[in-house]
């Protein structure tokens, strides 16, 4: 079992969420290499682009994200997505509890439209993950 007790994670998780917040995305990863604790690690205002940037190949992490994206001229739309992040250098232990401490993650991390399972930086492309956020949204009347 993960420890998500820290209230700094959902101190993020609302930052992410608020409307009167710059804030569109959260990191957490793991206290340290033995530790099933996680921590908040990082959060920033840029986007997807600024969390690929923020993410260790070495590790496992998770993050929750507001994508905001334009379905015609007039609308604008703000979904949220979980992101699993194992790092292609993630040892094997962690690769195995990731899965299993994904569901504590959940727990406070609750709200999402999409989970994103990210081995590789290009997996957390905006465009892509747009067009599965469209799709998941129900109607669409642009041919998506």
């Given amino acids: 079992m993960a420890d998500v007790s820290d209230p700094k994670i959902s101190e993020a998780y609302e930052d992410v969420r608020s409307n009167k917040s710059d804030t569109n995305w959260a990191l957490i990863d793991y206290e340290n290499d ?15 682009t600024e969390l690929q940037e923020k993410l260790d ?10 994508v905001a994206y334009s379905n015609d001229k007039e ?3 703000e979904k949220f997505i979980l992101v699993t992040w194992i790092g292609s250098g993630c040892k094997v232990m962690r690769k195995a509890k990731i899965s299993v401490h994904a569901a504590d993650v959940k727990s406070v991390f609750r709200v999402y439209s999409i989970d994103v399972a990210a081995r590789e930086k290009d997996d957390l492309k905006e465009e892509p993950i747009v067009v599965r956020l469209r799709k998941a949204g129900g109607a669409s009347y642009d041919g998506v």
Avoid: E, H, M
Avoid at 34 to 48: E, F, H, N, P, Q
């Fill in 57 to 66: 190949p070495d590790r496992g992490s998770f993050a929750y994200v507001r």
């Fill in 75 to 77: 609308s604008q739309r």
């Fill in 34 to 48: 033995r530790s099933d604790k996680l921590v908040v690690t990082a959060t920033g205002t840029g986007g997807l």
